[in-house]
């Protein structure tokens, strides 16, 4: 954790212990690693991938979806992983409650060759997520990815700051667009941010939890399902729970033995997915103004008395959760008729 405006380290959440205190290695990816190592997995399991090829109907019932082209298909299972806008949660019926969240968030990258050949401060070695500020809206997260060699920048200011229509990945923004709501921020991250690449603006919405998230053959995943500020760093990690739990309810351990119908499985895993998603999802609300309640900050010393740790997501919490077992447990107990939707 730095001061705001020149960078000092003024705390540290020391992560060294990862593997030994939970069993696992700590990576930080960058999103197109992920995209192609999740894509090398599903061609290497025969998965055939289509782009291009939008959703734009869906028969819940019957299982066929219908695309922008005019055609469609029918499936026994529909797993829509289509996102915030999700335009499958809507044609199941959910109506979101959104309200717009008081910041806004520029994400950009700069390599690490570049810093060094510009001679600029090198996070890189240091391995950890640094924040500047995050009690209030503004907060900057630095993290390196790629094995050093990306260093990623989320940047949060003010949502009232921000005059611009545009968004999202398909719009550039400029470096001093983005130096401009930073005026007072440590000088070594403004010498950065005068030439970092890739510099993207999220307006950031806030979703309340939807009332369900399956219907029928279809099963909402990810951001369609549950779309959380990014402030716990969790996005990503819940949707790949999420698949991991289809894959689960649908394995020959259970499939055809406790899970007789498609309809019957995806109950199960909005029962086994939505708790914990929902409760990340209300944490990254939470943790958007206040960074003590962001893991590992959330437990930090001085920060963990039994009020302060009252509720709030630990890295605990997400690191020894067993799926296994809570399914297991699920399974055993009645499913109310009453929750088929
Ligand atoms: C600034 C920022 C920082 C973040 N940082 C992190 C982080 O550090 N860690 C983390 O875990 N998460 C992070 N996240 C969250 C993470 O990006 C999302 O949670 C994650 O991308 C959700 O994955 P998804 O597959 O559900 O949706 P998406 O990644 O949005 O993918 C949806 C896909 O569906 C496609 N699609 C949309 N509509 C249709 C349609 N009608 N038919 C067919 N295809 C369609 C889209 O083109 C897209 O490819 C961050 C998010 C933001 C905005």
Excluded at 12 to 39: A, N, P, T
Excluded at 48 to 57: F, G, N, P, R
Excluded at 128 to 150: A, H, P
Aim: glycine share 6%.
């Amino acid at each position: 954790m730095h001061n705001w405006s020149d960078g000092k380290i003024i705390d540290v959440y020391d992560l060294s212990d990862y593997k030994d205190k939970w069993g696992y290695d700590y990576h930080m990816f960058h999103r197109i690693d992920l995209h192609e190592q999740l894509q090398l997995k599903a061609k290497s399991l025969g998965v055939t991938i289509v782009v291009d090829h939008k959703a734009v109907d869906v028969d819940f019932v019957h299982g066929i979806v219908t695309f922008d082209d005019g055609t469609s298909t029918r499936v026994d299972l529909i797993v829509a992983a289509d996102g915030v806008r999700s335009c499958m949660r809507d044609l199941i019926g959910i109506v979101p409650q959104t309200k717009q969240c008081t910041s806004t968030c520029y994400r950009c990258i700069i390599p690490t060759s570049r810093v060094k050949q510009l001679g600029l401060k090198d996070f890189a070695p240091n391995k950890g997520i640094e924040f500047w500020g995050g009690f209030g809206i503004n907060k900057i997260v630095l993290t390196s990815c790629s094995d050093g060699e990306i260093v990623a920048f989320y940047c949060f200011y003010p949502a009232e700051h921000n005059d611009r229509s545009e968004e999202g990945w398909n719009f550039s923004a400029t470096s001093s667009m983005l130096c401009a709501h930073y005026p007072d921020l440590d000088p070594d991250l403004l010498t950065i941010f005068q030439h970092v690449e890739d510099i993207k603006l999220w307006k950031l919405v806030v979703h309340e939890p939807y009332p369900y998230w399956v219907k029928g053959r279809v099963a909402l995943l990810g951001d369609a399902a549950h779309p959380m500020l990014p402030d716990q760093s969790q996005g990503s990690c819940m949707a790949i729970e999420d698949a991991a739990a289809l894959a689960l309810i649908f394995s020959p351990e259970y499939w055809g033995k406790t899970v007789h119908t498609v309809e019957h499985g995806l109950q199960l895993y909005e029962q086994l997915r939505k708790p914990r998603a929902t409760r990340v999802q209300e944490a990254s609300a939470r943790a958007r103004e206040n960074l003590n309640e962001r893991i590992g900050w959330s437990t930090k010393r001085g920060n963990d008395n039994l009020e302060n740790k009252m509720g709030k997501l630990t890295i605990d919490e997400i690191n020894t959760y067993d799926m296994n077992e809570h399914f297991k447990t699920l399974v055993n107990t009645h499913l109310p008729a009453n929750s088929i939707h």
